[in-house]
Nanobody, 114 residues
């Protein structure tokens, strides 16, 4: 079992920045990738970014150049640094860990509004 706890969401003005954190605990040895997804009201959950155990990263086209995913292996924590936030980035952001099963955090709300 793996437990994921997100933090760092909130309200930010357009053009602002936020950093999300996802602290993982439990049986981490089987995890081969971790990522961030988001779900806006009335829309499907979508991949934002992921990072593999080897450090390979991938991003949705909509966030390339604005968001950066990183990890601290010593802390079992994955981060999502978000810059130049826009209203369309408003969503609940979920942390995800992939092994033979998929684990999800509880989500953290990000609201971009003036």
């Amino acid at each position: 079992q793996v437990q994921l706890v997100e933090s760092g969401g909130g309200l930010v003005q357009p053009g602002g920045s936020l950093r999300l954190s996802c602290a993982a605990s439990g049986s981490m040895f089987s995890i081969y990738a971790m990522g961030w997804y988001r779900q806006a009201p009335g829309k499907q959950r979508e991949l934002v970014a992921f990072i593999t155990s080897g450090g390979i990263t991938n991003y949705a086209d909509s966030v390339k150049g604005r968001f950066t995913i990183s990890k601290d292996n010593a802390k079992n924590t994955v981060y999502l640094q978000m810059h130049s936030l826009q209203p369309e980035d408003t969503a609940v952001y979920y942390c995800n860990a992939a092994s033979h099963v998929t684990y999800w955090g509880q989500g953290t709300q990000v609201t971009v509004s003036s």
